[in-house]
């Protein structure tokens, strides 16, 4: 029964973007005390918009950080956090945000901003959470295109294999 009042009251926290939002869900999971006690979420967003951000646990109480993402993560990256901003222990994040890159930081109570830039937190809780970001510009996980010239060099070996393997059917070895 409580799993379905956070889940209704995640809903109201995103309903102003329902008629047009574009939502991704993911999940992860965090470890107790030193590495993987922060997980971190990479999304682009294509255009400035609205954008909600909401963070559900059932394991630990839920603190997150926010942060621009320009290849490397410090300290003036950092745009906001919350910890409990949904219902019980879970966080929500509503703000605009421009076009661009961003990290989510994920851990359990307390996360200090050197700990969410870090990767470490002393935390003594783990376990799983889901990750809902709705927004009315286009957010997604950024991907990576492959490069032409290898794409190229790789058709053309496989086009130089097929044409070595059809020769040697076409004309096999003698046996001996």
Not at 31 to 43: D, I
Not at 124 to 147: C, E, K, M, Q
């Amino acid at each position: 029964m409580h799993k379905l009042i956070n889940l209704l009251v995640g809903c109201l926290l995103l309903l102003p973007l329902a008629t047009s939002a574009n939502i991704i869900y993911t999940t992860g999971s965090i470890t107790a005390n030193g590495e993987g006690s922060v997980a971190y979420t990479l999304f682009d967003q294509n255009a400035p918009g609205w954008t909600g951000i909401y963070v559900n646990s059932w394991d630990f109480d839920t603190y997150v950080y926010l942060f621009e993402s320009d290849g490397y993560l410090d300290s003036s990256d950092y745009i906001t956090r919350n910890d409990d901003g949904g219902l019980g222990l879970n966080s929500f994040i509503g703000r605009v945000l421009n076009a661009g890159s961003y990290i989510l930081a994920v851990s359990d109570y307390y996360l200090s901003l050197s700990e969410a830039l870090s990767g470490y937190n002393s935390n003594n809780y783990y376990g799983d959470y889901s990750l809902t970001i709705a927004s009315r510009a286009h957010v997604g996980f950024p991907t990576s295109s492959v490069p032409e010239p290898t794409t190229l060099s790789l058709l053309g070996l496989g086009l130089l294999g097929a044409g070595l393997f059809r020769r040697r059917m076409k004309n096999p070895p003698a046996a001996r």
